[in-house]
């Protein structure tokens, strides 16, 4: 089941040729446990995919690892947070010209086995964005009950602002086209980026398409999110979404080739 | 009870406040995560002024015995919680100024090293 809507009109362009450069974008932040299974399973899955990992400052053997894996590693001077990481590696993209970029997680929770399914619809030209949820029916993820609640206002209030149904805003398992790395190589939300940028992608007429997918439990390491902070990280994000109702955000140019 | 004169300032200064802190944010000059103390503050402060017998009550139970002072105390109390803020928020960019300082000096130097001398 892949949802979309009608308004606006993805790029058809990318349909045409086969030979789309590719890149999966990594952000990683002391992942030294799992950046190599994460490099090699990418590998395994499209061996055409360049791989740029985005050490975000990490205090561990992360960047060595990601290195002798063979990926290509841009190492932030300090830590960014995911936003900062993320768009780094779209600018990456942009600058060095590629078509397609597919973000996966450092902590092996993206099964890259997985990034056919987020890829299709761009590379049919039905959207440019596509976000690989775990609530359209694949795979059994059942995260505690207060982030479940969290999870389900979250994509409640961004279904309303997308105008179409949306069930995985926090989902990083995400796949951009020219026209989104371009808009999120220029403006990308901080801290908490995944939320605000489906809802950027839809107020910049860009189109917006989730597609079921599995994810793995996190190997290595602890998720960073306690309750605290996810109250925090919540009510800003619910803050953010708030005044941005209040923007006016320019239709996006045609991308030049 | 608290006079209503000061109520109705202290509402009015705290709508305003608000006001303002969302036009920052809308326009950009001013980032969510710093925002939010600002929101905090703002918000309680509407709160008192409109919620009189709150603020009598804390004054009371604080031995304030003119409950507006309980309302500048608070004020003064949350202007302290944002200074404060704002020192760590300059000593982390400070801090990160440094890092890239260096980082600009030593890549600078390799790239001079890796010059043809002519």
Not at chain 1, 67 to 94: F, K, S
Not at chain 1, 219 to 235: C, D, K, N, P, Q
Not at chain 2, 1 to 17: K, N, Q, Y
Request: charged share 20%; glycine share 6%.
């Amino acid at each position: 089941m892949v949802q979309s809507f009608s308004k606006g009109r993805a790029e058809g362009r990318e349909s045409r040729g086969t030979a789309l450069r590719c890149i999966a974008i990594v952000p990683a932040y002391n992942e030294e446990a799992s950046i190599g299974r994460v490099i090699e399973d990418i590998r395994d899955a499209d061996p055409s995919f360049e791989i740029v990992i985005v050490d975000d400052g990490s205090t561990d053997r992360t960047a060595a690892v990601a290195e002798a894996a063979g990926a290509r590693v841009v190492q932030l001077p300090y830590n960014l947070g995911i936003g900062g990481a993320v768009q780094t590696g779209l600018q990456y993209a942009r600058d060095h010209d590629f078509d397609v970029a597919v973000q996966v997680d450092g902590d092996a929770q993206h099964d890259p086995a997985e990034i056919p399914k987020i890829l299709a619809p761009i590379i049919e030209g039905d959207a440019d964005l596509v976000v690989g949820s775990r609530f359209l029916g694949e795979g059994e993820y059942e995260p505690p009950v207060t982030r479940l609640l969290g999870i389900r206002l979250l994509a409640r209030v961004v279904s309303l602002l997308v105008r179409q149904r949306v069930t995985d805003t926090t989902s990083g398992f995400r796949a951009s086209n020219r026209r989104a790395i371009s808009l999120f190589a220029s403006d990308y939300p901080h801290d908490y980026p995944e939320v605000e940028a489906m809802v950027l992608v839809f107020r910049h007429r860009l189109k917006l398409v989730e597609v079921p997918v599995q994810m793995r439990l996190r190997g290595a390491g602890e998720s960073s999110i306690t309750f605290w902070r996810s109250a925090y990280y919540m009510l800003k994000v619910l803050l953010a979404l708030f005044v941005g109702l209040f923007r006016r955000y320019p239709t996006p140019q045609e991308d030049h080739q | 009870m608290t006079p209503l004169r000061v109520s109705i300032v202290a509402a009015v200064a705290a709508l305003l406040l608000l006001f303002v802190i969302f036009e920052l944010i809308r326009s950009r000059r001013l980032q969510e995560r710093y925002a939010m103390l600002w929101l905090l503050t703002g918000i309680v402060i509407l709160i008192l002024g409109l919620w009189r017998g709150l603020l009598s009550t804390i004054a009371d139970s604080v031995g304030i015995a003119y409950p507006p002072s309980a309302l500048f105390v608070l004020a003064a109390f949350f202007i302290l919680l944002l200074l404060l803020h704002y020192s760590t928020v300059i000593s982390t960019l400070a801090d990160q100024n440094r890092i890239l300082a260096q980082r600009l000096a030593l890549l600078e130097h390799r790239l001079e090293e890796e010059r043809p001398s002519r």
